[in-house]
């Protein structure tokens, strides 16, 4: 795939000394950075919602704010601007305008493959070594044996119900695809292509016979399966969702009881305080899930900043900070450590260093046509997805 290398990023780079990395990371080093220079007195950054909060130009929630101790202590100050939705996201970094994005595994190789980041070294970014296994080296931002970022958080796009309209707790995602389910009308999904994986997986697992192995490598016979799916399910939408604030709207006036979700969403209609009180579950399939990035753009105009947020979002405290508050697993065990000082047993129930959990997530990846499960150049990619889904939503 062509990419950008730092090295080319020119004078944007001054501050950064180039040549050959230590050997720490996995990644080949040759043209990487190898120190990081004085902050360059600002940071602009593209994520989603709820991972820049605080400081001079993140997000302002009450209570909370981990950007203002990175800025105190960088000298860079931040400004976000929240991506609705991996193709905005995309499309945003192409603009040349910002130096780094919080990117899911649905935009990452779209990035790469698009020279629209660059590779790092991990070498530079200390936090790294204490990272969990399971989130090193993944095949969503390691290209060639090349590094492109770090891990922000990880979790599972569960299934949440309200239980005082779903009151038998459901235990499959046959509730939300099945032409008979009770839930006609109140059924909501992800208004987004790669939600297709979502029926993909379904039926993985429910009709061997389609030989799905992965769930963002299909075929176009699978394909055509998942579509099938995903138009049936269309009969039980009420709604779909594409922001989290439309999904926690949706619940809490009653317009949606049960659909795939972020915790996040629990989350927040949980704590508001309303009538409506919401439940999540893992199903049995297994389920989709995400482990954003934090990337560099090849185009930074503060690489040292991008660098020195990169090293400081998965440090111990901020981490904690960023995942309790979205309700994802933090990227390491001294992450963990601090995040039960604000939300007991918080870890544990989002299964942080567990990786028989996380096995049976399969974290957004961006389909290609050659296939990510070794079958060739016979899967259908992003685009085909992306119409397909126009096919299916009508729009």
């Keep these: 795939m062509g990419t950008r290398r730092i090295a080319a990023v020119g004078a944007a780079m001054a501050l950064i000394a180039t ?4 050997g720490g990371s996995a990644s080949p080093s040759a043209n990487l950075p190898t120190s990081v220079g004085p902050g360059e007195g600002q940071l602009n950054l593209v994520a989603w919602a709820g991972y820049v909060v605080g400081g001079t130009g993140g997000e302002q929630v009450e209570g909370y704010d981990w950007v203002t101790p990175f800025e105190e202590s960088s000298g860079c100050k931040v400004k976000v601007t929240v991506g609705g939705d991996s193709a905005q996201m995309v499309q945003l970094m192409k603009t040349g305008q910002y130096d780094g994005v919080s990117a899911s595994g649905d935009a990452t190789l779209r990035l790469i493959s698009g020279g629209d980041v660059s590779p790092v070294n991990l070498d530079l970014i200390p936090n790294y070594k204490d990272v969990f296994e399971g989130l090193k080296n993944a095949p969503y931002n390691t290209v060639g044996g090349r590094n492109y970022g770090v891990p922000h958080g990880r979790g599972a796009n569960v299934l949440m119900y309200n239980p005082a309209v779903v009151t038998t707790a459901p235990d499959s995602w046959s509730v939300v695809f099945a032409a008979d389910s009770p839930y006609k009308g109140k059924v909501t999904a992800y208004n987004y292509a790669i939600y297709i994986a979502d029926a993909a997986l379904y039926l993985m697992k429910t009709q061997p016979d389609l030989k799905i192995t992965n769930p963002y490598a299909l075929d176009k016979d699978q394909l055509k399966a998942a579509v099938d799916l995903l138009k049936q399910q269309k009969t039980l939408i009420g709604k779909y969702w594409g922001t989290a604030q439309e999904e926690i709207d949706g ?16 989350n927040t209609i949980n704590a508001a305080g309303g009538s409506v009180k919401v439940e999540t579950v893992l199903p049995k399939e297994g389920a989709t899930g995400w482990s954003d990035t934090w ?9 040292n900043c991008m660098y020195k947020w990169m090293d400081y979002i998965i440090s111990p405290v901020a981490n904690a900070n960023a995942t309790v508050y979205f309700g994802e697993a933090p990227v390491s065990d001294k992450a963990c450590a601090e995040a039960e000082k604000l939300s007991a047993g918080h870890c544990a129930t989002f299964h942080a260093n567990d990786e028989a959990y996380f096995k049976q997530v399969w974290y957004w990846n961006t389909p290609s046509k050659t296939c990510i499960d070794g079958r060739g150049d016979i899967c259908t990619d992003f685009d085909a997805w992306t119409q397909a889904w126009t096919d299916v939503t009508g729009g």
């Design 19 to 22: 040549g050959c990395g230590g």
């Design 251 to 266: 619940f809490s006036n009653g317009d949606m009881a049960i659909g795939t979700a972020w915790q996040y969403q629990a």
């Design 295 to 303: 990337m560099l753009s090849s185009k930074a105009k503060n690489p």
